[in-house]
C-alpha cells in the first residue's frame, strides 16, 4: 500500500457543525500536507506541516485548522463546516520538501 | 506564490495517437515538476517527474519536456491506449525549506477506440 490512510473515506455533516479528518502515514516522512479536489480547480493547499507541531497555511487555509502532534498523524478541522466546504480533501506526504508526493485515497465531505 | 496554468482543460484522441499536455509557471526559482495522473475515484499518482537541471525525460510510452527559458513543460503520450483516459495533473514547486506543490486544473484525457 502506498502508507497512508485517511479516514475517514466519505462524510455527510450538517451546516456549523465541526469536523475532524485523519491522515496516518507509515513512511515516518517529515512532510504532510491537506488539500481539496474541486471541479475546475484542481487540487489547492489548505495547510501543511514541516514536522512536529510545525505548520502553515496554504492558498485556502481560511475556515481550516490543523495539528500534528505526532509524526504519523495530521488532522484538517472544519472549526464550523459550511457548504462551501463541501469537497474531496486528500492528504499528501513526502520526505522531503522538493521530492514527489504521496496521496491518500481521500476523504469526500458533504456539509448539508 | 507560484501559479501553473493548464492546457487544454479536456483533450480526446483515438488510440493510438498521441496527446500533448502543456503547463507554464510563473516562478523562475521552481525546480522540480512532477506529472500525476488521476483515475476516475482514485487517488493521483505520480507517473514522471523532471528536475530543473534537465531538459527532457522519458519513461516507456511517457515523456516530459521542460524550458525553463519560457517557464513550460509539457507532457507526451505516444500510442495511447484506452487505459491512458484520466485526468492528468501537473505541478511545480519552488526552492527553499518548505516548499509546496502547485497544481495546474487538470487535464482530461479520453482515448476513444
Known amino acids: 500500500d502506498a502508507g497512508i490512510t485517511q479516514s475517514p473515506r466519505h462524510k455527510v455533516t450538517e451546516t456549523g457543525t465541526p469536523v475532524t479528518l485523519r491522515c496516518h502515514q507509515t513512511?515516518?516522512?517529515?512532510?504532510m500536507y491537506w488539500y481539496r479536489q474541486d471541479p475546475g480547480h484542481g487540487l489547492r493547499l489548505i495547510h501543511y506541516?514541516?514536522?512536529?507541531?510545525?505548520?502553515d497555511k496554504g492558498e485556502v487555509s481560511d475556515g481550516y485548522s490543523v495539528s500534528r502532534s505526532k509524526t504519523e498523524d495530521f488532522l484538517l478541522t472544519l472549526e464550523s463546516a459550511t457548504s462551501s466546504q463541501t469537497s474531496v480533501y486528500f492528504c499528501?506526504?513526502?520526505?522531503?520538501?522538493?521530492?514527489?508526493?504521496?496521496f491518500g485515497s481521500g476523504t469526500r465531505l458533504t456539509v448539508v | 506564490g507560484e501559479n501553473v496554468e493548464q492546457h487544454p482543460s479536456t483533450l480526446s484522441v483515438q488510440e493510438g495517437d498521441s496527446a500533448v499536455i502543456k503547463c507554464t509557471y510563473s516562478?523562475?526559482?521552481?525546480?522540480?515538476f512532477p506529472w500525476y495522473k488521476q483515475e476516475l475515484g482514485k487517488r493521483p499518482q505520480l507517473i514522471i517527474d523532471?528536475?530543473?537541471?534537465?531538459g527532457e525525460k522519458k519513461d516507456q510510452r511517457i515523456a516530459v519536456t521542460l524550458n525553463k527559458t519560457a517557464k513550460h513543460f509539457s507532457l507526451h503520450i505516444t500510442e495511447t491506449q484506452p487505459e491512458d483516459s484520466a485526468v492528468y495533473f501537473c505541478?511545480?514547486?519552488?526552492?527553499?525549506?518548505?516548499?509546496?506543490?502547485?497544481f495546474g486544473t487538470g487535464t482530461r484525457l479520453q482515448v476513444t477506440l
Open positions: 499528501a506526504i513526502s520526505r522531503d520538501s522538493w521530492q514527489f508526493y504521496t
Open positions: 513512511e515516518n516522512h517529515r512532510y
Open positions: 506541516s514541516y514536522g512536529v507541531k510545525d505548520t
Open positions: 516562478d523562475s526559482a521552481s525546480n522540480y
Open positions: 523532471i528536475r530543473s537541471n534537465v
Open positions: 505541478a511545480a514547486i519552488s526552492g527553499g525549506t518548505a516548499s509546496k506543490l502547485t
